[in-house]
C-alpha cells in the first residue's frame, strides 16, 4: 500500500531548511550552502504503521523576494515544518509572521511543527525555552529541536510530523477511513476533505 503525503520547509532564509532536507533524505551536512532559489523537491519512501508513504518534501527560499511563491504551495499541502534558529531570535519571532502567512494561504488546517535547529551551537543559543514554551502553548504548536549538523532528532522531527497528519491510525483504521484496499492509499488534502465530509454524512 502507498500513502502519499506532502510537507514543506518554511522559515527565514538561512535557517537551515535546505540542510535540515538534505540530513532527512540522504544524511549529509554541508556547512557551504547555497540560498535556495524558489522552490525545491524531494521524495523520501517512509515505512510507517506498515505502508510505504512516499512523502514529498518541498523546500522552500526564506528569502522574502520569494514570499508570495511559497505561499502559493500552503493549499494542498499536508504538513509544515516551521523552522527558526536557536541563534536567531528574529528567526524565531518571525514564526508568527509565517504562521500568519499559512493561515492566510490555505483553506484547511494543515498539520504542524516548530522546529529549532542548530542545536548543536550550545555557546550560542539565544531562544529561550520560556520563549518557546510560551509561543507553543498560545498557537498550540508540538516543538523539537535538532540539529542538522550532527544528524541529532531531524527523522524523529519528520516522523513526529507525519504520525500527527495520519492521526496515529492503526492499520486497519487507516484502511477503513480511507476506505481503500487497493495499492494506492493516498492521504493528499482531497483525499482528507473527502473523508470528513463523507463522515458527517453518515453521523448527521
Ligand atoms: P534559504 O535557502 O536561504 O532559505 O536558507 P536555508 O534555511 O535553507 O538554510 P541552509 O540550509 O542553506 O543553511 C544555512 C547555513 O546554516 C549553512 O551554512 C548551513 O551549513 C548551516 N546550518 C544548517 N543547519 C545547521 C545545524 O544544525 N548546525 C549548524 N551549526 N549549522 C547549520
Redesign the pocket.
Known amino acids: 500500500n502507498e500513502l502519499n503525503l506532502k510537507l514543506i520547509l518554511i ?1 527565514d ?7 535540515i532536507l538534505l540530513n532527512y533524505i540522504q544524511n549529509d551536512f ?4 547555497n ?2 532559489l524558489g522552490l525545491e523537491n524531494r521524495v523520501k519512501i517512509v515505512d510507517i504503521q506498515g505502508f510505504k508513504a512516499k512523502v514529498q518534501i518541498w523546500d522552500t ?3 522574502e523576494k520569494f514570499n508570495a511563491l511559497t505561499q502559493q504551495f500552503f493549499r494542498n499541502t499536508d504538513g509544515i515544518l516551521l523552522i527558526f534558529d536557536l541563534t536567531d531570535k528574529n528567526s524565531f519571532n518571525n514564526i508568527k509572521k509565517w504562521l500568519n502567512d499559512v493561515k492566510a494561504n490555505s483553506d484547511h488546517s494543515i498539520k504542524k511543527i516548530l522546529i529549532g ?2 542545536s ?2 550550545k555557546d550560542q543559543i539565544c531562544v529561550t525555552k520560556n520563549m518557546i514554551d510560551n509561543f507553543c502553548n498560545e498557537k498550540e504548536l508540538k516543538y523539537m529541536e535538532v ?3 550532527n544528524n541529532e532528532n531531524v527523522s524523529n522531527a519528520f516522523e513526529t510530523l507525519i504520525n500527527e497528519i495520519i492521526g496515529n491510525r492503526t492499520n486497519d483504521e487507516i484502511l477503513e477511513d480511507f476506505g481503500i484496499n487497493d495499492h494506492t492509499l493516498s492521504l493528499s488534502y482531497s483525499n482528507i476533505n473527502y473523508l470528513t465530509s463523507s463522515k458527517k454524512k453518515k453521523c448527521c
Open positions: 522559515g532564509s538561512n535557517v537551515g531548511k535546505t540542510t554541508n556547512e557551504f550552502m540560498p535556495t527560499a526564506g528569502q535547529n542548530k548543536d551551537m540539529s542538522a549538523k
